[in-house]
C-alpha cells in the first residue's frame, strides 16, 4: 500500500536552532498534513496543504506542498523547548473520503 | 471546543482479561478510528468505521474487535489481553466528507499488559 517515508526518525538540536524535516511518497498526494504530538498527548494539526507548491506558516512553521507532490518539508525556526514532541506528516491521495497515510513521525529533542 | 474524548489515561489489565477501550466525539462526526502508537513503528490502524454498526479492519486488526452502536461512541475491545499489546491507544475522527481537513485525536490511552 502506499507509505509515507518521513525523516529524520530523530534530531537533537540546540534551543534557538532552526529545524527541517521533510516526507516523501513514491506516488502523488493531494493534501498534506502535519501534525504534533506532544509527550503523552495525542497528535494536533499544525498545518494543513492542499496544492501543490503551497507555502503555509503557523508562528514559527512553515509547511511546504512540494511541486512534485510526491513530497511535503516543515521548517520549524528558532526552536524553543515546548518543540519537543513527535512530528507526524500526513498524506490524502484521494479526494473527501478518502484515508489519511501518517508517515512514522520525527522526534524532536532540543538541548538547554 | 471539539473534542474526542478517550474514557482512560493509563490502564493496567492482566493477561487474558477483556479490555474495554472508549472514545467519544462530539463534533457529529461520521469517521471514527483507533490506532496503535509504538516507539519507532509510527501510528498503525486497527480498525476503523464510517458509520454507525459499520466496521472496517485497518493494517493490524489481529486480537481486537470494535462497536459503533451509536454515531458519536467507537468501542476498541481487546477480548483477551496479552502482554503484546501493551501500548498507546490513539481514537480519531473525522467529517467522511471533509478527511481533507485532517482526523481529530484523543489524548490516547497507554494500556500495560502485565
Known amino acids: 500500500g502506499q507509505q509515507l517515508n518521513q525523516s529524520p526518525q530523530s534530531m537533537f538540536i540546540q534551543e534557538g536552532e532552526d529545524v527541517s524535516m521533510n516526507c516523501t511518497s513514491s506516488?502523488?498526494?493531494?493534501?498534506w498534513l502535519w501534525y504534533k504530538q506532544d509527550p503523552g498527548e495525542g497528535p494536533v494539526l499544525l498545518i494543513a496543504l492542499y496544492k501543490a507548491g503551497e507555502l503555509t506558516s503557523n508562528g514559527r512553521l512553515t509547511a511546504q506542498f512540494g511541486i512534485t507532490r510526491k513530497d511535503s518539508f516543515l521548517n520549524i525556526s528558532a526552536s524553543i523547548p515546548s518543540d519537543v514532541g513527535i512530528y507526524f506528516c500526513a498524506g490524502l491521495a484521494g479526494y473527501r473520503d478518502d484515508k489519511i497515510i501518517f508517515g512514522k513521525g520525527t522526534r524532536l529533542h532540543i538541548l538547554p | 471546543d471539539v473534542k474526542v474524548t478517550q474514557s482512560s489515561r493509563y490502564l493496567v489489565k492482566r493477561t487474558g482479561e477483556k479490555v474495554f477501550l472508549e472514545c467519544v466525539q462530539d463534533?457529529?462526526?461520521?469517521?471514527m478510528f483507533w490506532y496503535r502508537q509504538d516507539p519507532g513503528l509510527g501510528l498503525r490502524l486497527i480498525y476503523f468505521s464510517y458509520d454507525v454498526k459499520m466496521k472496517e479492519k485497518g493494517d493490524i486488526p489481529e486480537g481486537y474487535s470494535v462497536s459503533r452502536e451509536k454515531k458519536e461512541r467507537f468501542s476498541l475491545i481487546l477480548e483477551s489481553a496479552s502482554t503484546n499489546q501493551t501500548s498507546m491507544y490513539l481514537c480519531a475522527s473525522s467529517f467522511r466528507f471533509r478527511v481533507e481537513s485532517g482526523y481529530t485525536f484523543g489524548s490516547g490511552t497507554r494500556l500495560t499488559v502485565v
Open positions: 463534533m457529529d462526526h461520521e469517521n
Open positions: 506516488s502523488i498526494f493531494n493534501t
